[in-house]
């Protein structure tokens, strides 16, 4: 008998039933090895393992945040307790909430305008699932009481993103058999078990016969340190990129509304540009502009096309990049300057670039918005570039990471023809939009079309992690980072 | 992207016969539309911002006829003659909404679909395309009821019956009061008077919020006056080009009005065609297929344009209705798009030289594989925070000025760029409470300061230690590997830093320079993130280093 059973067999002819910890403590083994005597002892009937199923809960942030506080559908039914609401003014969660309102019939919405219901009214106390989610906050191990009493309240939890429940059997006794009671307990000396410097140091297996382990037996996983997957999708696109002979640019984050906006020709009453879409910044709330050639060119060009003023001041306002274009269009700007500037400068065309970066929206945040995410910019400046041109490099990029592609005609203010990209997705069997591209316009390039042509594009990264990886649901998944989270992703 | 949402029953009588649904939707996508739903009741496209002429079923009934090659196409015109309107233009509306255009429509009959969709279709070009009638307004009126000319000026607070109103009301009341006056407020500066449209009897239309009760359309109405006002002289002017064409095809007659201005006066609408000459070559080499001529006239038709074979080259006539066409790229586009993206074969650009990252990549991807080596996970989080995660739970100063700051999120936790990133690391470790220790993240990525009013961005690396033996020791163990591991030499001097324990918390010191702080973490900031084991951590700033 290997020392591990004969101690585990000793501490349970002391006291006939245990728990798993009590026999961890009382041996001074860890569980596994605990686990694996177990499983040994039961095969020779000496012991008897009861095993029910338990669960492992965990709360998401959201689910963290609504356990402290109330649901959302409380909070606002407290709120319409008060007074009516406009429901054009909901804020994102009021939004949530009004949802489970109306589907628990405690609130109606009336031209507009939300309002409690006689039901709502009558509500004293909490909202079940809230006062589940609370006890679970408290006290995760009540899942397997509550399972019992309000199954639908915890569906609904999980379902909502809040919690997460995972199936995990349980030891829930162990006992000793009249047979091990009566078994003898003795260690076995001739074999070998665990082996030592000794051992090898004085050859001392020689003779002797190693003792055989079981090989079936359960385990708990080695916690493992992974790279992000985000990282890991990133780092694919690059080698996607380099090995298409493309060159690595970046570009600020923190930018003048020029390199996001003007320099792109999107006029200056655009409503992309408003605070509504776009992050404004009021430390430092301007960033002058050097008044060359340049921004001449920029001021000339949306002045004729956009038959608008153009102030300079707009242009200097701090905003968060919306994009990753403005490296490109800052690149593309050094190169023309070069190419002015000297006459002998004559890079070998095409020149193929891109960048990848953080990029910014306004938006509320939810599972399927987030403030800040990533993007990848493309160009490629060289002489008669055409349209089948572009379709070809996307093709191939989304080949390269697995992905069917098709293109509709787009419009955006910087390219002419323009084509938004949609990537098949075999997950939901559709076409997915993934982002724009097209051929810069000259007002952008300021580069003779004549001469040269620039192929532009810009896509999304998080995309197509989720459509890879069938293990994540939402985009505000990708910046959770619970280490469970990390530890339990696919490589 | 504008929305629109049109009657499917008057949008198929429109485009002249019924097409199944799904094949209207591939349609409208090869043209560049997205269909988001598609019923026996209603269509919903998702117009793309270029083409305010397809905003209703008219204009977009109109483009699908030609890309379907069911009817060719034609360019309007409108024979100039005695002027069947004249509105005067008073000094006082320059640099205020300086300019107005309009057109008379006679003898048209509209059913109840065609007038909803035509006030749809003008609210939808006035909120996208004239940003919420600031810089574009339209006004339909009853012909028969204006009584002599028009004179468009800026007035004092006087009283109008507004329309649907029952009573005469101030301007300024309309704009508190009247649910058109609150919602367009911000096209007025009231101090500077109200924009009118007057005739002999008195208000038109209070501009551009609401027309007046007198000059309603009625069920017997035939002929139309419709005012089109705005900031863009261009935009004006082209506007009525584009409601000549519309109301064209329903069916009326327009006849050209005067607007004078001092001295001088000119005509709407202008019916203008601009045309382009563009070579075959030129066509062909842009998109990157054969064309051909004929084919290249055909697909001219198919987009809307006149075309004709002039000495070598393709010349384009744009129609009337067109207001996005700049330059000879936007109809190269159209061309692309009648030739189909689908048919385009794709062709591969060589490359001349290989691909090569940024040097920093390679930098970096060294620092993070050590870390994974040491049992840290990688994180990745928001370059957003607010000051109570960045400042106060860390229990940092927030000092004025250091931090880039956002104005108007719509997220409430969202005020700053983040300055460091051991917060993002702890508000992640925050909910990982039941996972098994030692928890381990670090992170590589961006923080932001402000220097001398100067945004700067730069790079640092962090990493968090929960675990119940962890000391100052383990944490200048994973400092000494990692930079080891780079090729940094560095040196450790007791730091202060009031995230971190006073005496168990040091300065990483390169050629003189504090570059980051390492150490045990303060249990008053564990607590603020909710943290219940000891935990260490560090945090270097990468500037200079790769």
Known sequence: ?491 | MPNVSLDTKYFMKRIGSSIALDKLSEQLYKMGFEVENADEKEIKIEVTANRPDLLGAVGMARALRYFMHKEENYLHSIKDGAPALTIAVDGSVKGYRPFISGIVVKDIKLNDAAIADLFSFTDKLCDTFGRQRKKLAIGVHNLGAIKGDLVYTIAKDEKMLALREKSLMSYSSIMQKNEKGIKYAGTLDERKGYPVLKDSEGTLALIPIINSERTKLTDSTRNLFVDITGTSEYLVGKAADLLASIFMELGGKVSKISVRYGTTSRKFPLMEHQEFMISLAKLESEIGVEIGFNNALSLANKMGYGAAFVNNKVRFTVPEYRLDIINEQDIIEDIAIAYGYDYINPVTVPSVSPGRLEAKDAFFEKASVALVGMGFSESMNSYLSSSSVNFTKMTRKHNAGEAVTIKDAKSANIEILRTSLLPSLLSDLSSSKHEKMPQRLFELDMAFYVKRKQPVESYHVAAVSIDSGSNFNYSKSVVCSLLSALGIKFEAKAGSDPSFINGRCAAVIVDGKSIGIFGELHPEVLRNFGIEEPAVAFEIDLTGLY
């Open chain 1, 1 to 491: 008998m290997h020392r591990y059973e004969t101690a585990v067999l000793s501490a349970l002819k002391k006291r006939h039933a245990m728990q798993l910890d009590e026999l961890m403590s009382s041996t001074g083994l860890g569980r596994d090895e605990v686990l694996w005597a177990l499983e040994n002892l039961s095969k020779l009937s000496y012991a008897s393992i009861d095993k029910e199923t338990g669960y492992e809960v965990l709360l998401s942030k959201e689910g963290k945040k609504y356990a402290e506080r109330a649901l959302p559908e409380e909070e606002l039914l407290k709120t319409l307790s008060l007074k009516d609401l406009k429901a054009a003014d909901l804020s994102g969660e009021q939004r949530i909430g009004l949802q489970w309102c109306l589907k628990l019939g405690l609130a109606a919405v009336k031209s507009g305008r939300v309002s409690i219901t006689p039901k709502g009214r009558d509500y004293k106390g909490r909202i079940k699932s809230g006062a589940v989610l609370t006890e679970l906050s408290g006290n995760p191990d009540a899942y397997a009481e509550l399972i019992k009493k309000d199954k639908e309240s915890l569906k609904q939890l999980e379902s909502r993103g809040l919690i997460s429940v995972k199936e995990k059997p349980r030891i829930k006794s162990i006992e000793i058999t009249a047979k091990g009671i009566h078994a003898e307990v003795r260690e076995e000396t001739d074999t070998i078990d665990l082996i030592t410097r000794d051992i090898i140091a004085n050859q001392s297996w020689k003779g002797k016969e190693f003792k055989k382990y079981d090989v079936s037996v359960d385990v708990e996983q080695e916690p493992m340190a992974t790279r992000h997957p985000l990282r890991n999708i990133i780092n694919e696109v690059k080698g996607v990129y380099s090995g298409m002979g493309f060159t690595e640019i970046s570009g600020p984050i923190v930018e003048p509304s020029f390199w996001v906006f003007d320099s792109l020709f999107v006029p200056q009453d655009h409503p992309a540009r408003e605070a509504q879409d776009t992050f404004h910044v009021s430390n430092p709330e301007s960033m002058p502009l050097v008044g060359d050639e340049y921004v001449a060119a920029v001021k000339k060009s949306h002045t004729e096309s956009w038959k608008s003023e153009w102030k300079h001041d707009e242009a200097e306002k701090t905003v968060l990049s919306t994009h990753t274009t403005n490296a490109s269009v800052r690149y593309i700007r050094d190169f023309v300057k070069k190419t002015l500037d000297d006459e002998k400068y004559e890079p070998e065309l095409p020149l193929k670039l891109f960048s990848v970066g953080r990029v910014f929206r306004n938006e509320n945040i939810d599972f399927k918005h987030l403030a800040d995410f990533y993007q990848t910019d493309g160009i490629i400046i060289g002489r008669n570039l055409t349209l089948a041109n572009l379709f070809d490099t996307l093709i191939a990029f989304y080949d390269r990471l697995g992905f069917k592609v098709r293109f509709k005609p787009a419009y955006f203010p910087f390219v002419e023809p323009g084509a938004e990209i949609f990537i098949y997705s075999e997950k939901s069997k559709s076409w997915i939009e993934v982002g724009g591209s097209g051929i810069m316009r000259a007002e952008v390039t300021t580069v003779s079309r004549q001469k040269l042509t620039v192929l532009a594009w810009g896509l999304g990264i998080e995309r197509i992690l989720l459509l890879r990886d069938a293990g994540i649901s939402g985009i505000n998944e990708l910046y959770n980072n619970g280490i469970g989270w990390l530890r339990s992703r696919k490589m």
